[in-house]
């Protein structure tokens, strides 16, 4: 044996927490993009199982040779994220020649059935930008003394089939027990496994499809067209810088991580890109956007930065448009089809906050169109402030004669007659506006306004004997 060949024990104290990187690497690379897999998991081949397979090889120079030392797999639910899986880790790394190929094509036709993709990769693209390789890590190290990573990528019902291939004939003692003709019968069976493996992923092709272009109701997207916020008087308009632009970040993404300050340069980018130049009518565009059911439709696995959901919460509300103005933006260069395929998650699935104001004692013109959550919380302490008075809604939480409100509150001053002005906070999720709705409405008795979302009543009262409204219990 060459001393090339000889193991460094010492190695393994240090692959474990190298595979650990690449895991985390590949999860990061997914959600970024919006690709969605059912499991993501890598691991550093054991010292028996490395040497093994170099007895069995006899490789001169097994560091350089053996390219699954440590080996991660990637299991999505459908061919289509399965190839766009391949596409990011083929623009993300250094692709060792010949390794970019699925096993199953090269296996005769009585094993037909395997379907994964074996991608062996030596390290990031020369032209990849960023800081995702920790330097000086465990991964880097591994990049630098051995010959490749490999990484599999399959679906699930691929998996399935794998995994139950692997266990009963191709390390299956059972199966080399038997007879000729008995191992002819289980490779046809494994053949016809395989053709409704295949089958399968085609059916859930099609879902997806379904998925990431549903029928979207006509009338929300009018809803969305005539969506605005109300006109406001005596603010002054607040320039979108990298501080400010930070500011509404926090306070609309309290739980999530701070970017960097490049990463909010980048955030700032994308909203001029837009025409979005000052803090006013960033925050009137993204008011029509529910942050929770967009985080939830994209499903992300891990933590992102507030920037991610920024640029996630503005796809969301420009759409296609959105991809058009910004896909070029930053140094990725795939950008433009990441966008697209996140886009898949969202479109026809985000319905705007649209709410409607009812009623007999509701002003001429009000009940046109339809209000965001902050600007129907507006409308209605406009109403209730010229009927009860403005120190009546004020005494109301969330509401000022001043300018005194936290700043997190995003308020906004509005006139509510000759020389008199309100503070009505802004910053509110979808709980706690309604719960204001009801308490303003509350302090006129029997003003005849209702609230209505979605066909629902969400503030006021119905007609006499009708069912009363109960406030939620959403905290401003």
Known sequence: MSDDAKIDYAIWDWLPQAAIEMEAYVKRLLDESGVKAHDVSARAKSIQSFQRKQEIKQYANPRQQLTDTVAIRIITYSNTDRERACQ???ERFTIKSGEDRNPGDEKPSRFRGYDCQHIVVLGESSAVEGDWLKSGGNLERYFGEFGGLE?????????????????????GVQYEAINDQDKETIDQLFGAASDARRALDETFVAIDRILARPSVDCKQEVAAVELRAPGDTGNAATVLDQGSLSDLLENRFPNDKEASEMGVGFGLELARLCDLQTVE???SALEVVDSEQVRALMDISGPVTRVRRFDDELLSRFGEKYIHLTGAAGSVGTRRQQLEWRFDRLRGKTP??????HGSDC????????????GAVRELAILVARKAGAEAAAGVEGISLDDDLPKSARAKVVSVGPGESIWVTTNLNRDSSERLMQALLELVPGLDIQVVRDDTLVAGNVAPGGIRHHASSGVI
């Open 281 to 283: 009518s960033l925050e």
């Open 352 to 357: 705007y906050r649209a709410y409607m104001i």
């Open 363 to 374: 002003p001429e013109g009000l009940t046109l169109g339809a209000h965001t959550a902050a």
């Open 151 to 171: 990484i599999q990528i399959r679906t699930v019902a691929g998996h399935a089939w794998a995994e139950f291939e692997h266990a009963r004939r191709y390390k």
């Open 88 to 90: 990011l880790l083929r």
